[in-house]
């Protein structure tokens, strides 16, 4: 019996890097900011932005602001952008 661990696995994307995320879980706006950058700064100078594409068919692309999830499917793209203001 293969590792039933990884059954409950599936490959997304932040920035560009591949991530195994459990797919019946929703991934959280802070969750995918650590991963892209190993932290969720809570400083009100520095603002994350998150686009998704290749999600569910009930919202396929979108935007993830503070506090959301999003419910993971496989193969989906996230774009993290960090700004910081002067």
Same mark, same amino acid.
């Given at each position: ?9 599936? !490959? ?55 506090? !959301? ?11 993290? =952008?960090? =700004?910081?203001?002067?």
């Amino acid at each position: 019996m293969e590792n039933q661990k990884d059954d409950k696995l599936v !490959e997304v994307f932040i920035n560009g890097k591949s991530y195994s995320v459990d797919k019946n879980d929703d991934i959280s706006y802070e969750k995918i900011v650590t991963l892209a950058f190993g932290e969720c700064k809570n400083d009100p100078n520095v603002i994350y932005t998150i686009l998704y594409y290749k999600g569910n068919s009930d919202k396929p692309k979108g935007e993830l602001l503070k506090g !959301e999830t999003v419910k993971i499917k496989k193969g989906m793209i996230f774009n993290v =952008t960090r =700004t910081d203001r002067s």
